[in-house]
């Protein structure tokens, strides 16, 4: 078992989760950065400035958001290419707030091999804590627990990322044709 104080005395992070501790921290930050430019975007459909967006980041919950931006874009947009663009970053937000979910509300347990390394991590949903496994449906234990990978979170913050950047893109382009 390492030693799990350090030299004060103090506790000290579990060394198992420092691979993926960095990953996920990157989930949250983009994330966050993904929440304020849906506000953003909503004010700039409501034709308000940065402050009006700072209160719906700040006020709705992402899934709220996402339902006032598609409210919005049906009645706000007349162009329909630029319609489609909003409807699919709506679309493609709700998926990304999914897969997000499923590593911020979370549980995570290293699985040691015999010299105390870790073989992998593994993690399961919050809200699969009282499910249970059924091996007469063909469940198993994968169904609930899964392994952690590195390679998923980093693209799951590029993609956060990326969308970000479409949200920021499409909001400007709806203000960018708006008459005069």
Same mark, same amino acid.
């Given at each position: 078992?390492? +030693?799990?104080?350090?030299? #004060?005395?103090?506790?000290?992070?579990? #060394? =198992?989760?420092?691979?993926? @501790?960095?990953?996920?921290?990157?989930?949250?930050?983009?994330?966050? =950065?993904?929440?304020?430019?849906?506000?953003?975007?909503?004010?700039?459909?409501?034709?308000?400035? +940065?402050?009006? !967006?700072?209160?719906?980041?700040?006020?709705?919950?992402?899934?709220?958001?996402?339902?006032?931006?598609? #409210?919005?874009?049906?009645?706000?947009?007349?162009?329909?290419?630029?319609?489609?663009?909003?409807?699919?970053?709506?679309?493609?937000?709700?998926?990304?707030?999914?897969?997000?979910?499923? =590593?911020?509300? @979370?549980?995570?347990?290293?699985?040691?091999?015999?010299?105390?390394?870790?073989?992998?991590?593994?993690?399961?949903?919050?809200?699969?804590?009282?499910?249970?496994?059924?091996?007469?449906?063909?469940?198993?234990?994968?169904?609930?627990?899964?392994?952690?990978?590195?390679?998923?979170?980093?693209?799951?913050?590029?993609?956060? #990322?990326?969308? !970000?950047?479409?949200?920021?893109?499409? @909001?400007?382009?709806?203000?960018?044709?708006?008459?005069?």
């Amino acid at each position: 078992m390492p +030693d799990m104080e350090d030299e #004060s005395g103090n506790a000290k992070p579990d #060394s =198992y989760f420092e691979k993926f @501790a960095g990953p996920l921290g990157h989930v949250i930050l983009e994330f966050n =950065y993904l929440e304020v430019d849906v506000g953003r975007m909503i004010a700039r459909l409501l034709n308000q400035d +940065d402050m009006t !967006a700072a209160i719906f980041a700040a006020t709705l919950p992402f899934i709220e958001k996402l339902k006032l931006a598609q #409210s919005l874009v049906a009645v706000k947009v007349q162009d329909e290419d630029l319609k489609k663009e909003f409807q699919k970053i709506i679309k493609d937000a709700t998926e990304i707030n999914g897969k997000r979910n499923r =590593y911020v509300h @979370a549980e995570y347990w290293p699985v040691l091999g015999p010299k105390d390394e870790l073989v992998k991590m593994l993690h399961r949903r919050l809200k699969d804590m009282g499910k249970t496994i059924d091996v007469n449906k063909e469940q198993n234990l994968a169904d609930i627990l899964q392994p952690l990978d590195q390679k998923d979170i980093e693209k799951l913050v590029e993609d956060i #990322s990326c969308l !970000a950047l479409r949200v920021r893109t499409v @909001a400007e382009k709806f203000i960018d044709r708006m008459p005069g």
